[in-house]
């Protein structure tokens, strides 16, 4: 018996990642854009990380994200707070996020909308509106966290079912990279499109 406990020691500790594999996979998702994603997730494959493995060090990078970003956002608002052109562009902001909460059916406070702005854009502007909602450190960065690591489900999910019909890594990578780029903008397009047609449809029914 004593000499199996150190055998079975053994064999979970050789079946842990190594340090070195798991700081090259969250240095690419600190990089503060999406296309951290699809290249941390192919080199975690290639590494032998395991998917719940993989989602930590991406939460991880987030929180690193938060502990960084606060401060410079907190000096940010306290010098919009003072200067009336600055005072007035955070206002046409707080507008613009309102208008996003009205697609996902509620307010730009809301829980929802907060973590769909994070999801649709950054975990950034997702924390920004957060900030301007009135939550605090706790509250609106696990908004923003929430919004930011679906997000990472998303891309994470389809880099993973490209690559197993595309074996090249570089080309999936920049295959889901030119899709992250253009899948957003062409939804901006098809909201703006629809946003301006529902009123000429109300003049013509009425």
Known sequence: MTETIPHLFKFLLDRLPSASAMQSVLALFLIPVGGGIPAGVLLAKTKGLTWPVTTLLYLVSDVILA???EPVLQVIAFVCG???LLRRVSAAMRAANARSAAHFQGTATGPVALVMIAFGVD???G???ALAAGHGFLAGWAFAIAGDM?????IAFSTLRLNKYIKDPDTTMW???ALML???MVVRRFRSARALSQPQAQENVA
């Open 175 to 177: 295959i889901i990279l």
């Open 150 to 154: 679906l997000y990472f489900g998303v």
């Open 123 to 125: 975990p950034m502007t």
């Open 82 to 84: 003072r200067v009336p």
């Open 67 to 69: 502990i960084a970003f």
């Open 182 to 184: 253009l899948v957003p």
């Open 127 to 129: 924390r920004a509106s």
